[in-house]
Structure formats: structure tokens, C-alpha cells
């Protein structure tokens, strides 16, 4: 059994057991979250729209900093130059069930 969800403006496919890091989510370690079910598939039987029943339930395990992104602007022949870098944040949860 999976499900379409979307969490924090992205969709994703998840199963039950799941663990995988979003876009940052409000709350804190340990608080459960229910995100917006858009597809269910149970053995075959997909289930979309108004129609669905299921809830996903999810726990926020942890935060987590991305990869640092650096923006490099340059004009030639004019000494101009600036560096700046950011650090996106990203929150792992895992999916305990679809029920």
C-alpha cells in the first residue's frame, strides 16, 4: 500500500515505515503531523480525490541543514564582487502509517 501526499508544497510517495527528508516543517522533535492524502493505491484498488478515506500519519524525527549553495556576482573592470551562501533547512519525518 503507498499514497500520494503533499508536504510543504512538494508531492512525494510514501509507504508505511518511510523515512525522508521534506522542505522545514513548524514543530518540534517528536510531534505528528497529517499531511494532505491525494492518492491511495491498496493492491491495485487506487482511490483519488473527494473519495478518499485513509489518513496518513506522519512524526517529525529531526532537523537537518542541505548543502551550502553559494551566489557569485561579478562585474568585470569594476572591482564588484559579492558571495553569498545559504544553507536550506530540511526536516526528516517518518511515515508510521496509512490508514
Request: net charge positive.
Amino acid at each position: 500500500m503507498f499514497a500520494i501526499v503533499k508536504i510543504a508544497g512538494h508531492q512525494y510517495k510514501v509507504e508505511a515505515g518511510q523515512e525522508l527528508y521534506v522542505p522545514h516543517i513548524e514543530g518540534k522533535t517528536g510531534d505528528k503531523i497529517q499531511p494532505e492524502v491525494l492518492l491511495v493505491d491498496n493492491a491495485g484498488n487506487l482511490t483519488v480525490g473527494k473519495d478518499i478515506k485513509q489518513k496518513v500519519n506522519a512524526e517529525i524525527l529531526s532537523e537537518k541543514q542541505g548543502d551550502k549553495v553559494i551566489a557569485f556576482k561579478m562585474k568585470r573592470r569594476k572591482g564588484f564582487r559579492k558571495k553569498i551562501g545559504h544553507r536550506k533547512l530540511y526536516t526528516k519525518i517518518k511515515i508510521e502509517s496509512i490508514a
